[in-house]
């Protein structure tokens, strides 16, 4: 990154790359949302979470529902993050709430890795333009996947014994 820092032409041709890619995945989540209106498709996903965990609170198997899809095919422990949002009955505010506390998630990750591999935000920060204007993290965000929670614990397991959050 230094080499493109250093050479105006190699920045300007970069941030032009990186406007490029976030029009991108802005564009491909506008068709998303064309084929998956937000009244259908909000919190879509999460909505088969909470299926499962309603389960769970009624003595049942949460894997009761087996295909790909409207089944709950994540480790039990995941349904304690569930919780914590199914508590929210207002299905706008649950998506503001979990896609915010989700971006927050990502920003941890992001800023994790470069703290783990000694870069500064200097070096590091189209990561964050990189990571933020990702299609499928924005797909994400309007369905209410876990996905991205569940790297996180995978994150949290390999890099815990370093700071994860910025001094």
Known sequence: MSKIQ???FFLILF?????????????TQIKFIKANPF????????????????????????????EIGPGYLYPLPALFIVEAFHYISDVQLKALVYSAFNVLLL?????G???????????????????????????TL???????????????IFFSGRVLIPS
């Open 142 to 156: 309007q369905i209410g996947q876990i996905n991205l929670i569940t790297m996180f614990g995978v994150f949290f």
């Open 15 to 27: 941030l032009f790359a990186l406007c490029i890619y976030v029009l991108l995945g802005v564009n």
């Open 39 to 66: 009244s259908e498709s909000l919190l879509a996903d999460f909505e088969y979470y909470e299926q499962a965990l309603n389960r769970v609170f009624s003595n049942q198997d949460p894997y009761a529902v087996r």
């Open 6 to 8: 250093s050479n105006p």
């Open 107 to 111: 920003l941890v990750l992001i800023n």
């Open 113 to 139: 890795v470069a703290k783990y591999y000694t870069y500064s935000f200097k070096e590091t920060w189209y990561w964050y333009v990189l990571c933020l204007g990702f299609a499928p993290f924005l797909e």
